[in-house]
């Protein structure tokens, strides 16, 4: 290649750059109403049709590019949203759990609180963890024990959410009839073998309310002389031994029978609880149950068996030996024993 | 100035045309990962491989003149940054007779990013400063990728109709082939 051409090719790049560059300073140091921008102005006028057309020509394949990143985003999004959703409904449903656990809790504070309980009463809350397999017995097994203060024949109140007046789903559930470290085992009032004294608020009658097998709950042994209506409400009466504390509510008369051939009324009881759904209960530790209460004596014989003298005249004993649990019951006129283990 | 130079000025005059038309019209619109191709840039790399390397800062100064203008900046910066792309691209395939599509591909991507960094500079000097690390990966590396992606096909395309014919030069032993 000549010489002369290269050196004209470098002479026009020179040109080209200081061009270039004068243009630049120009366009810099004039103001925006000089002739460069005036020029520049006008010419981007003649641009800005093309533009236009560009803009509406490439905006539908924009908008279908837009379109399928959309869908991808979309498609993403929604596996990204079922996926909390699952997560979401997941906590929905725990916090509907605690919420109702926090309604039940609550209902039990509020028995322990606006409840007639025994001056200096303590109170144990625990969770059921087991219920009786079969209609034959009728318990719930809690997750507190002897560890937690419990003691056999404390007795046990709880709610459930029933609605209804205003004692509705509060009361009493039953006795601990037996106890280990971290679980004790509660006898419903609903249980064929449960027996507890009580009262009818508004007649004053007196009687034991008593469970079955069927479910129904019985209030026995009130006088046939007492008049009693259905609706009144059944609490506990305090006597019998003092397992159960007074004014405890029980239930609702639903039914009074009358047989002539039996000397008492046979009252039917409606339980405050409904025991299916049970899931909190609250124990009552009253004062001085573990050695003296209400006269109740408890003696401890370093074998392991312990007597309980109730003012009724019965007679508690209990054996803790290596296979399990024996508790004795005689009374002035019968004799109960029941064995576990 | 002969016919075929006449007819050569021409292809070039038809080819600014249809880039400022193809840029504004279709390039602009295309937006890949947040940037757009530089058409202007991309066939100044196209002259220079094909023209050589006065045809190529001839093109590139009138097409920077158009972007300049096209895209409000100040007159002259994106001509500066093309003559010198496309004297240097040019000077570049003659020392190393580059013509095979790859190699041309490949020469468009360093070259725009080149390019762009002198731009980058020029922003530096004059107007908002950006992090040079994220203008690297946000702008810098996709424009170069992408710019090489547009660059294959034109390339074909211009060669195949023979717009812009290959050149056919050899590798200059010392000193560049055309100098």
């Known amino acids: 290649m000549p010489r002369n051409k290269v050196a004209w090719r470098r002479v026009v790049f020179v040109v080209l750059i200081i061009a270039s560059l004068a243009v630049l300073t120009v366009s810099f140091r004039q103001t925006q109403s000089g002739p460069v921008h005036a020029i520049q102005r006008g010419t981007a006028s003649l641009l800005a049709p093309m533009q236009t057309w560009g803009d509406r020509i490439a905006q539908p394949f924009q908008d279908g590019y837009h379109w399928l990143t959309t869908l991808w985003a979309a498609h993403k999004d929604a596996e990204r949203l079922a996926g909390e959703v699952q997560v979401l409904q997941g906590k929905v449903i725990e916090l509907q759990e605690q919420s109702e656990e926090n309604e039940r809790l609550k209902s039990l504070l509020d028995l322990k609180d606006k409840g007639t309980f025994p001056n200096g009463t303590g109170f144990v809350a625990a969770r059921v963890i087991a219920k009786s397999p079969n209609k034959w017995q009728a318990w719930v097994e809690i997750d507190k024990g002897s560890a937690d203060g419990l003691a056999v024949d404390m007795a046990v109140v709880g709610s459930t959410p029933v609605a209804g007046e205003a004692l509705a789903g509060k009361g009493l559930v039953g006795k601990i009839v037996s106890v280990t470290a971290h679980s004790a085992q509660v006898q419903l009032i609903t249980d064929s073998e449960s027996s507890v004294y009580a009262k009818i608020q508004g007649s004053r009658a007196e009687g034991i309310v008593e469970g079955s097998v069927s479910g129904r709950v019985i209030m ?31 239930g609702i008369v639903v039914n009074v029978g009358e047989e ?82 | 100035m002969g016919r075929s130079q006449l007819i050569m000025a021409a292809k070039v005059v038809a080819l600014l045309v249809v880039a400022v038309l193809l840029q504004v019209i279709v390039v602009s619109h295309v937006s890949i990962l947040g940037v757009t191709g530089d058409l202007f840039l991309i066939l100044t790399v ?111 395309l211009f060669v195949r109709t023979g717009l812009l014919p290959v050149r056919h030069v050899e590798a200059a032993q010392f000193g560049g082939a055309e100098e």
């Open chain 1, 220 to 250: 026995d042994y009130v006088d046939r002389d007492i008049s009693v209506d259905p609706k009144l409400v059944v609490v506990t009466s305090g006597y019998g031994g003092g397992i159960y504390p007074p004014d405890i509510p029980i």
């Open chain 2, 46 to 156: 196209i002259v220079a491989v094909s023209r050589g390397s006065l045809e190529a800062a001839v093109f590139g100064f009138f097409a920077g003149l158009i972007a300049d203008i096209a895209y409000f900046s100040p007159l002259g910066v994106r001509s500066l940054v093309y003559v010198l792309a496309g004297y240097l691209v040019g000077v570049f395939v003659a020392r190393f007779a580059i013509s095979k599509p790859w190699s041309v591909v490949l020469l468009s991507g360093v070259t725009s990013f080149l390019a762009q960094f002198m731009y980058g500079l020029f922003q530096y000097v004059m107007g908002p400063r950006g992090g040079f690390l994220t203008m690297i990966g946000t702008q810098m590396l996709p424009e170069m990728v992408l710019d090489a992606l547009i660059t294959a096909p034109l390339y074909v």
């Open chain 1, 260 to 341: 002539d051939v039996n000397s008492y009324k046979a009252i039917e009881v409606q339980p405050f609880l409904d025991f299916r759904v049970l899931e909190e209960v609250m124990v009552l530790i009253v004062p001085g149950s573990d050695d003296t209460l209400g006269g109740v004596t408890t003696t401890t014989v370093p074998g392991g068996s312990t007597t309980t003298t109730w003012p009724a005249g019965l007679t508690t004993t209990t054996t803790v030996p290596a296979s399990g649990t024996t508790t004795t019951t005689t009374p002035a006129s019968s004799t109960t024993t029941t064995t576990e283990g």
